[in-house]
């Protein structure tokens, strides 16, 4: 595709269901970025990939939350047990090259999560 | 630790007027990128304009421009001739050397027809 596509857009969840949230980056991009954006607040970094290679997961806020990206391109985010803390935008980012600065960041329109 | 902060929760501008939007930042890092981005109802973070912190010269991008102020830790946005498609959330960012990118809060924008 053209750009960053995330589904679903919108996700209800009951608090302790699991929920999966999908991101398809550009086709090619090596680097791959989860943001979670809470209401009135800007995006906090959650997690990135370079390629298959987790390489920082530092911003996940608990164990609850796994994200995967198997094959180098498409990229999963995993809830488990959701939170109502948990209620947010989720965007992700891709970008062609390994450093920001020298290529540009491409962001998805997110998925907005509720839980209930 | 690197912190933004946007101190303007929100601005509105005439149409054609020009308008600045503030930021101020602290890092510890010498090597870093500061950016710009806009965020419409959409949720698309859109890349506005973005200057390179060793560059004294400030960034510039149509009607774009900065006021980056490296003492000062100041990086505002000015948006010249403003027009209604400007309206939109503005997020200030911090990216350095750990590939990762620290947001502000933003400030949402509204333009008057």
């Known amino acids: 595709g053209a750009g960053v596509s995330q589904s679903p857009r919108y996700k209800v969840a009951k608090r302790g269901q699991d929920v999966a949230l999908r991101c398809d980056p550009i086709?090619?991009?090596?680097?791959l970025f989860w943001y979670q954006q809470a209401l009135g607040q800007g995006p906090e970094f959650l997690t990135y990939?370079?390629?298959?290679?987790?390489?920082?997961k530092s911003g996940l806020p608990s164990d609850r939350f796994f994200a995967e990206r198997p094959e180098g391109s498409v990229s999963t985010l995993k809830i488990q047990r959701t939170q109502q803390e948990d209620s947010a935008v989720y965007l992700c980012?891709?970008?062609?090259?390994?450093?920001?600065?020298?290529?540009?960041?491409?962001f998805g329109n997110g998925t907005r999560l509720t839980v209930t | 630790a690197q912190t933004v902060t946007q101190s303007q929760p929100e601005m509105s501008v005439q149409e054609a007027e020009t308008v600045t939007l503030s930021c101020t930042y602290d890092t510890s890092e010498s090597d870093y990128y500061l950016f710009w981005y806009k965020q419409p109802p959409s949720r698309q973070m859109i890349l506005v304009i973005r200057?390179?912190?060793?560059?004294?010269q400030n960034a510039t991008e149509n009607r774009f421009s900065v006021n980056f102020q490296k003492a000062a830790k100041s990086f505002s946005l000015k948006i010249s001739d403003s027009q209604l498609g400007d309206a939109a959330m503005y997020f200030c960012a911090i990216y350095n050397t750990g590939n990762q990118f620290y947001f502000g809060t933003g400030t949402s924008l509204t333009v008057i027809p």
């Open positions: 086709s090619g991009h090596v680097s």
């Open positions: 980012a891709s970008s062609l090259g390994l450093r920001v600065p020298n290529s540009p960041l491409h």
């Open positions: 990939f370079q390629n298959e290679a987790q390489l920082d």
């Open positions: 200057q390179e912190a060793y560059k004294q």
